[in-house]
T-cell receptor
Framework: DGGITQSPKYLFRKEGQNVTLSCEQN?????MYWYRQDPGQGLRLIYY???????QKGDIAEGYSVSREKKESFPLTVTSAQKNPTAFYLC?????????????FGDGTRLSIL | GQQVMQIPQYQHVQEGEDFTTYCNSS?????IQWYKQRPGGHPVFLIQ?????EVKKQKRLTFQFGEAKKNSSLHITATQTTDVGTYFC?????????????FGKGTKLSVIP
């Protein structure tokens, strides 16, 4: 979606290195989400944030960290504790006026291990 | 945790044939959304179903929500090569987890011209 920008598109990580994936949105959405996508696994929730300065763990938060200092930004750090980080990472946002708004996704970041 | 099961995982059809994917939850859903992800792309929202027994149509696509709000289906009539991609259902539950969507694993559709 044009309103959500993820960068970089491709990222390579060395063993023992932390890397940060960027997600910026200009949709004025309160809620933001990070998903991991592996082949045949669908989308699994890593972290989500309903409002600035607040975030909650999803189903697979171990080895990841996030921050939400600004409404527009929700960066994801893949730490060295994440032993199998190779995946496609998707950021999404959603307006929270009413409970039924869809999620809008960025183009994703493909992370690989060197 | 809550899970949404989606079948089949893969479907290969001849162009012009119909296609259906099914989603099922063991507990009642607040609503269900459907997304399409083209190869190499990101999920794009298709539709949302909220009411028990709801049926919605978008051209050749028909979406249904079960009477018990535990299952849903997407049916494509007379598939075209532009329908290729992975179709995901995503359920929302009421209560503390209502800000989250629980995605099915998706059905990957291939259309043979």
């Amino acid at each position: 979606d044009g309103g959500i920008t993820q960068s970089p598109k491709y990222l390579f990580r060395k063993e023992g290195q932390n890397v940060t994936l960027s997600c910026e949105q200009n949709l004025n959405h309160d809620a933001m989400y990070w998903y991991r996508q592996d082949p045949g696994q669908g989308l699994r929730l890593i972290y989500y944030s309903q409002i600035v300065n607040d975030f909650q763990k999803g189903d697979i938060a171990e080895g990841y960290s996030v921050s939400r200092e600004k409404k527009e930004s929700f960066p994801l750090t893949v730490t060295s504790a994440q032993k199998n980080p190779t995946a496609f990472y998707l950021c999404a946002s959603r307006g929270v006026t009413g409970h039924h708004q869809p999620q809008h996704f960025g183009d994703g970041t493909r992370l690989s291990i060197l | 945790g809550q899970q949404v099961m989606q079948i089949p995982q893969y479907q290969h059809v001849q162009e012009g044939e119909d296609f259906t994917t099914y989603c099922n939850s063991s507990t009642t859903l607040s609503n269900i959304q459907w997304y399409k992800q083209r190869p190499g792309g990101h999920p794009v929202f298709l539709i949302q179903l909220v009411k028990s027994g709801e049926v919605k149509k978008q051209k050749r696509l028909t979406f249904q929500f079960g009477e018990a709000k535990k299952n849903s289906s997407l049916h494509i009539t007379a598939t075209q090569t532009t329908d290729v991609g992975t179709y995901f259902c995503a359920g929302r539950y009421s209560g503390a987890g209502s800000y989250q969507l629980t995605f099915g694993k998706g059905t990957k559709l291939s259309v043979i011209p």
